[in-house]
Nanobody
Framework: HVQLVESGGGSVQAGGSLRLSCAASGFYFSNYVMGWFRQAPGKEREGVAGIDSEGKTAYEDSVKGRFTISRDNAKNTLYLEMNSLKPEDTAIYYC?????????????????????WGQGTQVTV
């Protein structure tokens, strides 16, 4: 039974930082592509960052240089370090897991490439 549990969300002032975590269980975490997505009120869900099983990453343009995705395979945990936060980063952030180890960079931020989703954590800037 696949489970993805996000934590680390909250309220922060503009310019501040947060680190989101996603604890994964029920599958062989290190083998699969993982991603972070977000959905703001009235907007569609969008891909924020993705990372494959070898550590290749991709970022949505508006977060490049501010957000960093990483994974700790020993802890089965995915992270999203968010710095220089802006009001437009306000959204519910979701962790997602695919069922394959690699994706083209152009596909890492596509929600249709992911099979499993967490419940989300609110980030308010």
């Amino acid at each position: 039974h696949v489970q993805l549990v996000e934590s680390g969300g909250g309220s922060v002032q503009a310019g501040g930082s947060l680190r989101l975590s996603c604890a994964a269980s029920g599958f062989y975490f290190s083998n699969y592509v993982m991603g972070w997505f977000r959905q703001a009120p009235g907007k569609e869900r969008e891909g924020v960052a993705g990372i494959d099983s070898e550590g290749k990453t991709a970022y949505e343009d508006s977060v490049k240089g501010r957000f960093t995705i990483s994974r700790d395979n020993a802890k089965n945990t995915l992270y999203l370090e968010m710095n220089s936060l802006k009001p437009e980063d306000t959204a519910i952030y979701y962790c997602a897991a695919s069922t394959i180890p690699f994706l083209l960079s152009s596909r890492l931020l596509r929600s249709d490439q992911y099979a499993y989703w967490g419940q989300g954590t609110q980030v308010t800037v």
